[in-house]
């Protein structure tokens, strides 16, 4: 099941947020500054933790890392780093798919049965929002599509859109 709400990721009781991360998944700006604040110090520490996979790269563009969530309704977070947009001729909607993928792997590998995602690398990284609205729509739509295994619950997906107008754009999407 899809949905589409507007507001603060932060604030959804759910078993896993996805976090618009960067490679050193130390904090930063936008969505990720604001997991790590909700977060507390502990997700700080939790992310020195991750091990580098060379200097500074905890999570490289595409890859996803799973923490705690600490003090966020949330009980994990799944960090993942969404593309720099160059031109969409650089790899640009591979690795952005593979960020959707590789977070919903880590959900059904830890048992969670919802996940929250903002749209990722549309805010400083540049991927224009109706572009990576739809690969996040493909692939979530593809992952749920997938034949499942009865015994597995089935996944509840939520669209977290800051702003209306993104929420929109979704909504169009899944209508």
């Avoid at 991360?21 to 700006?29: E, R, S, Y």
């Avoid at 590789?102 to 549309?122: G, H, K, Q, R």
Wanted: a negative charge; one cysteine or more; glycine letters at 10%.
């Amino acid at each position: 099941m899809i949905k589409i709400v507007q507001g603060d990721i932060t604030t959804l009781a759910v078993d896993a947020i996805v976090n618009a991360a960067n490679q050193v998944m130390l904090g930063g700006g936008g969505v990720d500054g604001a997991i790590h604040w909700a977060a507390g110090d502990e997700l700080y520490e939790a992310c020195l933790k991750v091990p580098e996979v060379r200097p500074g790269v905890r999570c490289p563009t595409g890859e996803a890392r799973i923490t705690p969530g600490f003090k966020l309704p949330a009980k994990f977070v799944i960090h993942t780093v969404g593309p720099v947009y160059r031109d969409g001729q650089h790899g640009e909607p591979e690795k952005l798919a593979a960020c959707y993928r590789n977070s919903l792997a880590l959900a059904v590998e830890n048992s969670c049965t919802s996940i929250a995602f903002p749209c990722i690398s549309t805010g400083i990284y540049g991927y224009p929002k109706e572009e990576a609205a739809q690969i996040a729509v493909r692939e979530v739509k593809a992952f749920l599509g997938e034949g499942r295994d009865p015994a597995q619950p089935e996944m509840e997906v939520i669209f977290c859109c800051f702003s209306g107008r993104d929420a929109n754009v979704y909504r169009s999407l899944i209508a």
